[in-house]
């Protein structure tokens, strides 16, 4: 079984260092659970009153400003650091699943011998020994480093596929789910396989299945009338500046649009405003992940231009949030 | 059919006269929908760039001080002003809704001369209305001012109902819904009949029944041994110290308990802390309207002090949020 390991003895010796009186916790959602339990030893062991982030948390993207501004130090837990925040102490989380089986059922499906490694960072501290596993079989590996926005070399964000970005033709993603290893062939073009330690298994990701998809999308929204450009209020997913330039972009052709701000987007509050169509400028994985419970298409930045006829669609990229957003 | 009236020209007056760039616009559910055609025409009129909050939105108490701290100036709709915004103006709604058939349905089940009149912001310009027909038939009315959370006299909140404690025996309430009466036969003691607009009916508030399931959510909480003491992040349903106080009288009877601060308090992110029943100290509405859809137990503090064995469930009042919180 999956088991994570939160380093708590760090986040008291935090607290002791700095006497710090009031304290915040902020999880993503498979760590809630542990929440009050962690709270009630840090209120042992250092006598500080702690309060935990209630809200959603989807990344270090996401931190609690309103929680953080009302306590001396937040801790966010399960994601690497992104960002400046004067009161914000990133507690990292590793998984100790073995990754091993499912990346030498990876072995057979990598044609070439010079392999670039991504994972997420719950599994980053184990991409030697991914690489010793390759090296075994004669392949050569290379590790990306990243734009400022990601921690750890090789590390690949759902916004951020920086790393994949190496000098070779296949690249190997370590870790579950689909999105990642989609966003990184469709990123960088290149050949990626996916070994999934969770499923212990590995495939060849296909992307063109999901272009076409998102082909249909882009036709839909080339009749709208009415776009809703929506705008991130979260800490490191907003992007004003795009959506700005994607409204004067609507003006030109002649589109009536508005400016939505909001915290979560959501296809019922979305549902309100009764738009043609919509752009998303907040976290791309809403765009893609739940495409199909919004009511009317939801583009990407780059989609939108292509509905204008702005934009070839064969060049869309995939979208992400860089290091200068 | 029933109308609101927006004063967009007030909105557009003030936006020329205080030479405002940037402008933010807050609505209520029901009323978002009108958002995109109002955000087009005060660009339109005044070459200012609007953006549209596109958070849920509860009442006055529920400003999005997000949005609020980055634009010029922020209108918010639907609401009578609540608590001191720099740079929020609040444009009330009127609905033009006939009260006076479902006044005349109330008249034969008042059994008193001295009637309460109360209502929602909505309503407050007809109240002078209500007490013409009532003093057709012989009746006295009588409207109470309220404390500094609520703007009109006679109105009432879903968290304060200040203006019902009026010298009377029986109080008519006119609007839609169920809450608002029954809180206030509840908070008042008093008999309410409740004249609905909307549906064209009269009926008397029966508070028993709510009683009695209040009351079987206390006893299970009795056998609880972690409490979530929930505390809103919005604006105007902070109210940290009474939190603070519930988690000092959780301690003295020896139950494990967590703050939890959130803006949208919601069953599904509730479910992600497992604890056996919850203390709301947030918006009161939430406790009694989404009761059935918790997985444990919600309480107002008074419920909870009661749980406690610290008061006799008799003695429990209906949880308001006054002008001091």
Known sequence: MQQFDLDIERVISIIKDRNCKTIGLQFPEGLKRRAPGIAREIEEKTGADVVISGNPCFGACDIDTVLAGRIDILFHFGHAGLGKHDNVVFI????????????????????????????????????????????????????????????????????????????????????????????????????????????????????????????????????????????????????????????????????????????????????????????????PRITIDDAERFHAPVLTPQEFESALGERDIEEIEMDEIGQDN
Not at 107 to 113: A, H, N
Not at 126 to 149: A, N, S
Not at 183 to 201: E, F, H, M, S
């Open 92 to 283: 990292e989380v590793r998984s100790n699943v073995d990754i091993v089986p499912a990346v030498r059922k990876a072995l057979p499906l990598l044609k070439t011998r010079r392999i670039g490694l991504i994972t997420t960072v719950q599994h980053v501290h184990k991409l030697d020994q991914v690489c010793g596993v390759l090296k075994e079989q004669g392949k050569e590996c290379v590790v990306g480093k990243g734009d400022g926005r990601v921690a750890y070399p090789g590390q690949v964000l759902g916004c951020n596929f920086t790393a994949a970005r190496v000098d070779c033709e296949e690249l190997l993603y370590i870790g579950g789910g689909v999105f990642h290893p989609l966003g990184v062939a469709i990123a960088t073009g290149k050949r990626v396989v996916a070994a999934d330690p969770y499923l212990n298994q590995a495939v060849e990701v296909a992307p063109e299945k999901f272009q076409r998809k998102r082909g249909g999308y882009i036709a839909k929204a080339m009749d709208a009338d009415v776009f809703g450009i929506i705008v991130s209020t979260k800490s490191g997913q907003n992007r004003m500046q795009l959506a700005l330039g994607l409204k004067e972009l609507a003006k030109k052709h002649g589109k009536k649009c508005f400016m939505i701000e909001m915290d979560l987007v959501t296809p019922e509050q979305l549902l309100a405003f009764h738009a043609d169509a919509y752009v998303n400028t907040a976290c």
